[in-house]
């Protein structure tokens, strides 16, 4: 079975400074990965996704992730952080399309001005 | 493209009461849907997947009598969260899938309290 893990629970950064956020997996085949970010009391938007192809993936928002099988990574980025991005990110994995996935526990990220 | 509309976002019942939460996509065909429940601070857990005409697959531990799933239609997934009690205050969210595509477009949530 699928399994996620997100080191970091909580992460600050300050505005503009660099980011990234660490995601690990476990899956035997070629997975389905997507990191996703929520607001408070909000449901979940889809920042990207990787399924196959160039392993540098460009998401919305400026961010960007890097699959790397050899780590078994999926480690989301961004140059310059605004603080709109304050909020909780997730990185999921899925054995295929239309399949349930499995989520990490979260990463809430806080950024000081 | 690919909006799902949940419903409704906010939801406070007394012991005892049933409660009904609506998932519909809004601009395409949901052949899956797919409930999870996210207690605070915590990260979303799976409890079913429905797919439309079929019985739903419920998670282990989760209780199918006491969370009732109807997917009667390609646009619609219900929740029903029967006798419900304190235990059951939870955040709700609904995600689906379309049929050849990769990915899954969720709702917005549904937050419960029983009081």
């Known amino acids: 079975a699928q399994s996620v893990t997100q080191p970091d629970i909580h992460i600050t950064v300050s505005e503009g400074a660099s980011l990234e956020l660490r995601c690990n997996y476990s899956?035997?085949?070629?997975?389905?990965l997507f990191w996703y970010v929520q607001s408070p009391g909000q449901g979940l938007q889809l920042l990207l996704k990787?399924?196959?192809?160039?392993?540098l993936v460009q998401g919305i928002k400026g961010f960007e992730a890097e699959f790397k099988r050899s780590q078994s990574s999926f480690n989301l980025r961004k140059p310059s952080v605004h603080w709109s991005d304050a909020a909780e990110y997730f990185c999921?994995?899925?054995?295929?399309?239309?399949?349930?996935?499995?989520f990490g526990s979260g990463t809430i990220l806080r950024v000081k001005s | 493209g690919a909006v799902v509309s949940q419903h409704p976002s906010w939801v406070i019942c007394k012991s005892g009461t049933s409660v009904k939460i609506e998932c519909r996509s809004l601009?395409?065909?949901?052949?899956?849907m797919f409930w999870y429940r996210q207690f605070p601070k915590q990260s979303l857990m799976l409890m079913a997947t429905?797919?439309?005409?079929?019985?739903?697959?419920?998670e282990q531990g989760v209780e199918k009598d006491k969370f009732l799933i109807n997917h009667a239609s390609l646009t619609l997934s219900t929740l029903t969260v029967t006798s419900a009690h304190p235990e059951d205050s939870s955040f709700y969210i609904c995600?689906?899938?379309?049929?050849?595509?990769?990915?899954?477009?969720f709702g917005s949530g549904t937050r419960l309290t029983v009081v």
């Open positions: 995600s689906a899938s379309r049929t050849g595509h990769y990915g899954y477009t």
């Open positions: 899956y035997g085949a070629t997975p389905y």
């Open positions: 990787y399924f196959s192809g160039d392993t």
């Open positions: 999921a994995v899925g054995d295929g399309y239309g399949n349930k996935l499995v």
């Open positions: 601009d395409f065909q949901a052949t899956t």
């Open positions: 429905s797919n439309e005409g079929s019985k739903a697959t419920y």
